[in-house]
């Protein structure tokens, strides 16, 4: 049997220690983050959701279906035919 020199064992404070450490790390705080802004569309009543990052100005509302890129021709997500 070889003998192996054992380091000094954590203790359980130790370990605690290093733990803390790693979440505090993986969590740092974040102070800006995009803000989710949900307004409902006066015309049709969809509801359009728009981030606005820190700092930025609120953006004109635009409806997706009013305002937005339409008429997806080929579209039907309800129908399994192919
Ligand atoms: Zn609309």
Redesign the pocket.
């Known amino acids: 049997m070889a003998y192996r020199p054992k380091g000094p064992p954590l203790s359980k404070a130790e370990m605690r220690a290093h733990a803390e450490k790693a979440i505090a790390a993986a969590t740092k705080p974040i102070t800006k983050l995009p803000t989710k802004l949900v307004r409902q569309?006066?015309?049709?009543?969809?509801s359009?959701a728009v981030m606005v990052e820190p700092g930025d100005p609120t953006p004109p509302f635009q409806?997706?279906?009013?305002?937005g890129p339409t008429r997806r021709t080929r579209k039907a997500p309800e129908s399994p035919q192919d």
Not at 41 to 46: A, K, Y
Request: charged share 35%; proline share 0%.
């Open positions: 569309c006066g015309r049709c009543g969809e359009s409806c997706k279906h009013c305002d």
